[in-house]
């Protein structure tokens, strides 16, 4: 049941490598000190070389949101689906819950790695969008693909579907990765309605936002807090989610009903899953 998403570089270069064109820096964007672009970069070439390619079709629903949407790096990266798919595989969530569907390519990923006799008897994906536009983009894009009957949109707010979400129905998978500010209430819905099954996982996205988080903690940063805060690479709405980002850290790693590990690739990202 499980995973999320990553760097800019990071998926430049796997575009790079699909069109076999040289990864260009040009493209990087300015303000993205993500943590995988501060690795080296034929290091991440060579992991996405020794790793096995996403099928065309993923690829292609990749490429063209890049090609055709402005918001395209709020995708997770390639590397990020195939270890979503990697993962399902393993876990075989029959009930997955993903917050924040985009043009549906993790969704996506998520179908891709269940295997067809879970597809067949009832795995689905619920996973939810509130930019209208962009669900109609996710909409075609799950109805062109193999996964039409396994995967539902719905067409609200995270916390609406947390809200309205039948208790028995117990969520094996959920992948937190809509708005920032409301990863920690997210959260916390799902323990309070105790929606999550008992070995059921939580995934939560871009908990390390930016290699911005930690500087938060002064136990764990080199600079104080004020400047920190004052850092002139850092925008004000960044700084805002990586405090909101920051808190939900927190309030992970204090709850006693949860185990939880962080670990620094991609964006960051959160493994949640209930104590024994
Ligand atoms: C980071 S993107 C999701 C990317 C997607 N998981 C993927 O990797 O392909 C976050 C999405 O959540 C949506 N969103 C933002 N706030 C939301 C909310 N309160 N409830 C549901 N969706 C929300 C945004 O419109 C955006 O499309």
Redesign the pocket.
């Known amino acids: 049941m499980f995973l999320?998403?990553s760097s800019f570089t990071n998926k430049l270069c796997f575009k790079a490598k699909q069109f076999k064109q040289p990864i260009s820096t040009n493209l990087r964007s300015p303000s993205k000190p993500f943590l995988v672009s501060q690795t080296d970069q034929n290091l991440l070439n060579y992991c996405i070389k020794q790793s096995s390619p996403q099928p065309e079709y993923l690829q292609a629903i990749y490429n063209k949101?890049f090609d055709t949407l402005p918001?395209a790096h709020?995708?997770?990266s390639p590397l990020?689906?195939i270890l979503l798919s990697m993962l399902v595989s393993l876990f075989k969530p029959t009930t997955t819950l993903?917050?924040?569907?985009?043009?549906?390519?993790?969704?996506?990923?998520i179908a891709h790695g269940l295997n067809n006799s879970l597809l067949n008897n009832g795995a689905h994906i619920w996973?939810?969008?509130?930019?209208e536009n962009?669900?109609k983009v996710?909409e075609e894009n799950i109805q062109n693909s193999n996964y039409k009957n396994n995967i539902t949109i719905l067409k609200?707010?995270?916390?609406?579907?947390l809200q309205e979400w039948d208790s028995n129905k117990k969520i094996d998978f959920a992948?937190i990765?809509?708005?920032k500010?409301?990863y920690l209430d997210y959260f916390n819905v799902i323990l309070e309605r105790n929606l999550l099954h008992q070995d059921g996982f939580i995934i939560a996205?871009?908990t390390c936002f930016r290699a911005q988080v930690h500087q938060l903690d002064p136990t764990c940063s080199d600079l104080p807090i004020k400047q920190v805060q004052n850092n002139s690479n850092t925008t004000k709405n960044n700084s805002k989610v990586a405090l909101h980002i920051y808190n939900f850290n927190n309030f992970v790693s204090n709850h006693p009903k949860v185990e939880q590990l962080l670990l620094p690739i991609f964006d960051g990202f959160t493994i949640i899953k209930l104590k024994n």
């Open positions: 999320s998403k949101t918001n709020n995708m997770i990020q689906g993903e917050l924040g569907c985009y043009v549906g390519y993790s969704a996506l990923c996973t939810c969008e509130v930019n962009i669900a996710a609200k707010s995270a916390m609406q579907v992948f990765d809509a708005n500010s409301g996205d871009n």
